[in-house]
């Protein structure tokens, strides 16, 4: 096991404050079921002997709380122990997103939807088992064992010493079973279960596609073929445990042999009475049931293991050298860089709906490549005055995006990248990104209204204000004719056009004020009829106090931008 996942497993079980609780109440349960057992042996052997009632009473007496304490014992057990138990995976689930959020969203590329998360979700939910199924339980009852043994040794040593050497051999005999058994099974159902998942999810997400080709019914083959694969490795484990279910059972009947055969001489000398011979041979059925708890548990741990591993490793330990990371003293945010002696917020020039003036900047013998990948930008040299607009072109894969990348700090580069003079890899990427934001050339549309798809630029927002950065954008109309800002847009947009995700994509980017903007592709899943309408109403949109560092693949009219920058090759050439 590893360090990352023997800390995962740490982290899944509740600090020993928390946990002593449920441990005590699981020791009142299992310790009132055998002392239940204990009561009902005793006072029926005795009830036989037909003495005075009052010599029953407290039999019944403990027949009535025991068989009473069982039951709510168990019940604050469960409820005290879930709730420590989720209040870790919590703990753990926000750890993954803490550990993901440097990473995203150029670091996570790689990585599969579907299996990231099922991790997320179904490996750190089989977490809770290593508390509710394996340390808890299994910590009662041993210490539960301990006690019934000890009591059972004040009555008769030798059968006490009989009935611990059963359950220590039926104990190791089941475990070793169950681990043969289903070992290999166990191992599996963790990553057969996000295989499964990753596969209906990329299933669904590229139906359209896979209908097209003639393809989706070969792909949901290939999900019943996981399905068949995950379905044959449970039903393994579920069998390796009813086969060590029915050892603990047998566990029970041998042990009530062997304290039979042993207890009877003492019976017969008389070192013992009736009802004290009838508690020693049916407690240790009673003590087989709580002894089960153990190897339940000890294979709740192995499977629990698993996933946590896989937990460990949903996200890479350490920030590949392509993805930026927040320096270790940054600066003071750039918003408030100094400039000509005076700070930005006191510059002139900031139009209304700009946070500030917008910064210059100047990118020299520039770099860069995606985790993994080759360097795809070279020696880019670039100047961006405060206000200017310009038009980066070149072929498919040439570096236009990566560039982007590079300006909004979602990449590490080499070379220079100043803002007003200052390095940007000395502030923290969420600083810059304060400052220069992008509009994606696929913009993420939530699953829900346009006002919500608005809001998390600016959560303090109007209606009125959003309906006025809508109209800035062209969307007025459209938006009136849905319904308002009410409207949904469907998962991923899917009930917008692109063009219009593009609009709403800038909207949003409006209102979170960014003095900067660049604008990556923003007509390609735009008609090319309505390509340059739209390129000429989002630049309008964005005003002259912005600057635009807007890339297309196609041409653009050369009257809505003041230069262009050819790139390819992973070099640029910059054209007035």
Same mark, same amino acid.
């Given at each position: 096991?590893?360090?990352?996942?023997?800390?995962?497993?740490?982290?899944?079980?509740?600090?020993?404050?928390?946990?002593?609780?449920?441990?005590?109440?699981?020791?009142?349960?299992?310790?009132?079921?055998?002392?239940?057992?204990?009561?009902?042996?005793?006072?029926?052997?005795?009830?036989?002997?037909?003495?005075?009632?009052?010599?029953?009473?407290?039999?019944?007496?403990?027949?009535?709380?025991?068989?009473?304490?069982?039951?709510?014992?168990?019940?604050?057990?469960?409820?005290?122990?879930?709730?420590?138990?989720?209040?870790?995976?919590?703990?753990?689930?926000?750890?993954?997103?803490?550990?993901?959020?440097?990473?995203?969203?150029?670091?996570?590329?790689?990585?599969?939807?579907?299996?990231?998360?099922?991790?997320?979700?179904?490996?750190?939910?089989?977490?809770?088992?290593?508390?509710?199924?394996?340390?808890?339980?299994?910590?009662?009852?041993?210490?539960?064992?301990?006690?019934?043994?000890?009591?059972?040794?004040?009555? +008769?040593? %030798? *059968? /006490?010493?009989? !009935?611990? =050497?059963?359950?220590?051999?039926?104990? &190791?005999?089941? @475990? #070793?079973?169950?681990?043969?058994?289903?070992?290999?099974?166990?191992?599996?159902?963790?990553?057969?279960?996000?295989?499964?998942?990753?596969?209906?999810?990329?299933?669904?997400?590229?139906?359209?596609?896979?209908?097209?080709?003639?393809?989706?019914?070969?792909?949901?083959?290939?999900?019943?073929?996981?399905?068949?694969?995950?379905?044959?490795?449970?039903?393994?484990?579920?069998?390796? +445990?009813? %086969? *060590? /279910?029915?050892? !603990?059972? =047998?566990?029970?009947?041998?042990?009530? &042999?062997?304290? @039979? #055969?042993?207890?009877?001489?003492?019976?017969?000398?008389?070192?013992?009475?009736?009802?004290?011979?009838?508690?020693?041979?049916?407690?240790?059925?009673?003590?087989?049931?709580?002894?089960?708890?153990?190897?339940?548990?000890?294979?709740?741990?192995?499977?629990?293991?698993?996933?946590?591993?896989?937990?460990?490793?949903?996200?890479?330990?350490?920030?590949?050298?392509?993805?930026?990371? +927040?320096? %270790?003293?940054?600066?003071?945010?750039?918003?408030?860089?100094?400039?000509?002696?005076?700070?930005?917020?006191?510059?002139?020039?900031?139009?209304?709906?700009?946070?500030?003036?917008?910064?210059?900047?100047?990118?020299?013998?520039?770099?860069?490549?995606?985790?993994?990948?080759?360097?795809?930008?070279?020696?880019?040299?670039?100047?961006?005055?405060?206000?200017?607009?310009?038009?980066?072109?070149?072929?498919?894969?040439?570096?236009?995006?990566?560039?982007?990348?590079?300006?909004?700090?979602?990449?590490?580069?080499?070379?220079?990248?100043?803002?007003?003079?200052?390095?940007?890899?000395?502030?923290?990427?969420?600083?810059?990104?304060?400052?220069?934001?992008?509009?994606?050339?696929?913009?993420?549309?939530?699953?829900?209204?346009?006002?919500?798809?608005?809001?998390?630029?600016?959560?303090?927002?109007?209606?009125?204000?959003?309906?006025?950065?809508?109209?800035?954008?062209?969307?007025?109309?459209?938006?009136?004719?849905?319904?308002?800002?009410?409207?949904?847009?469907?998962?991923?947009?899917?009930?917008?056009?692109?063009?219009?995700?593009?609009?709403?994509?800038?909207?949003?980017?409006?209102?979170?004020?960014?003095?900067?903007?660049?604008?990556?592709?923003?007509?390609?899943?735009?008609?090319?009829?309505?390509?340059?309408?739209?390129?000429?109403?989002?630049?309008?949109?964005?005003?002259?106090?912005?600057?635009?560092?807007?890339?297309?693949?196609?041409?653009?009219?050369?009257?809505?931008?003041?230069?262009?920058?050819?790139?390819?090759?992973?070099?640029?050439?910059?054209?007035?």
């Amino acid at each position: 096991m590893s360090d990352r996942t023997r800390s995962v497993m740490r982290r899944a079980v509740p600090a020993p404050s928390r946990l002593a609780l449920p441990v005590l109440l699981g020791v009142a349960s299992a310790g009132s079921t055998i002392a239940l057992l204990a009561c009902s042996a005793w006072l029926i052997a005795r009830a036989a002997e037909q003495p005075p009632v009052l010599y029953l009473q407290l039999g019944i007496v403990g027949v009535r709380a025991f068989a009473l304490g069982r039951a709510v014992f168990r019940y604050l057990e469960r409820l005290t122990g879930h709730d420590a138990s989720f209040r870790q995976l919590a703990s753990i689930r926000a750890g993954i997103f803490e550990r993901m959020l440097p990473l995203a969203p150029d670091g996570l590329r790689t990585s599969r939807r579907g299996e990231l998360l099922a991790r997320f979700v179904g490996d750190v939910d089989e977490l809770q088992n290593v508390t509710l199924r394996a340390v808890q339980p299994v910590v009662s009852a041993v210490l539960v064992l301990i006690a019934a043994v000890t009591a059972l040794a004040m009555l +008769a040593p %030798a *059968a /006490a010493v009989a !009935v611990g =050497a059963v359950l220590a051999i039926g104990l &190791l005999v089941a @475990l #070793l079973a169950e681990r043969a058994a289903a070992g290999r099974a166990e191992r599996s159902i963790a990553p057969l279960r996000g295989a499964l998942q990753a596969a209906v999810v990329d299933h669904v997400q590229a139906l359209d596609v896979l209908v097209a080709f003639d393809a989706a019914s070969d792909d949901r083959a290939r999900i019943r073929a996981i399905g068949a694969n995950l379905e044959r490795a449970t039903r393994t484990r579920s069998a390796s +445990a009813g %086969a *060590a /279910a029915a050892v !603990v059972t =047998a566990i029970g009947g041998f042990a009530t &042999l062997a304290s @039979l #055969l042993v207890a009877w001489p003492a019976l017969a000398a008389g070192g013992i009475d009736g009802p004290e011979f009838a508690v020693l041979c049916l407690v240790p059925l009673a003590i087989a049931e709580v002894a089960g708890a153990i190897p339940i548990g000890l294979a709740a741990w192995r499977v629990a293991r698993v996933s946590a591993a896989r937990v460990a490793d949903a996200v890479p330990d350490s920030v590949p050298p392509e993805i930026p990371v +927040a320096p %270790a003293n940054p600066l003071a945010g750039s918003t408030e860089r100094q400039h000509d002696g005076r700070p930005d917020s006191d510059r002139s020039g900031a139009a209304p709906g700009v946070r500030d003036a917008p910064p210059a900047i100047t990118l020299t013998s520039v770099g860069a490549a995606w985790p993994g990948g080759p360097a795809v930008l070279e020696g880019l040299d670039l100047e961006l005055a405060p206000g200017e607009r310009l038009l980066v072109q070149g072929e498919s894969g040439s570096g236009k995006t990566t560039l982007a990348h590079v300006l909004v700090r979602f990449l590490e580069y080499r070379g220079s990248y100043r803002l007003d003079g200052v390095e940007a890899r000395t502030l923290d990427p969420a600083e810059v990104r304060r400052t220069v934001g992008l509009v994606e050339q696929r913009p993420w549309l939530f699953d829900e209204d346009i006002r919500q798809n608005l809001l998390f630029a600016r959560p303090a927002a109007s209606d009125e204000e959003l309906l006025e950065v809508l109209d800035r954008v062209g969307l007025a109309d459209w938006v009136a004719e849905r319904g308002g800002l009410d409207a949904r847009v469907g998962e991923r947009g899917a009930l917008v056009s692109g063009g219009q995700a593009q609009r709403i994509a800038l909207a949003r980017a409006m209102l979170a004020q960014f003095p900067v903007l660049v604008l990556d592709e923003p007509t390609a899943n735009v008609d090319p009829d309505r390509a340059d309408a739209l390129l000429t109403e989002m630049l309008g949109a964005a005003g002259p106090e912005r600057s635009v560092v807007l890339i297309a693949h196609a041409g653009v009219d050369p009257a809505l931008v003041d230069r262009r920058l050819e790139i390819g090759d992973g070099r640029a050439v910059v054209l007035g």
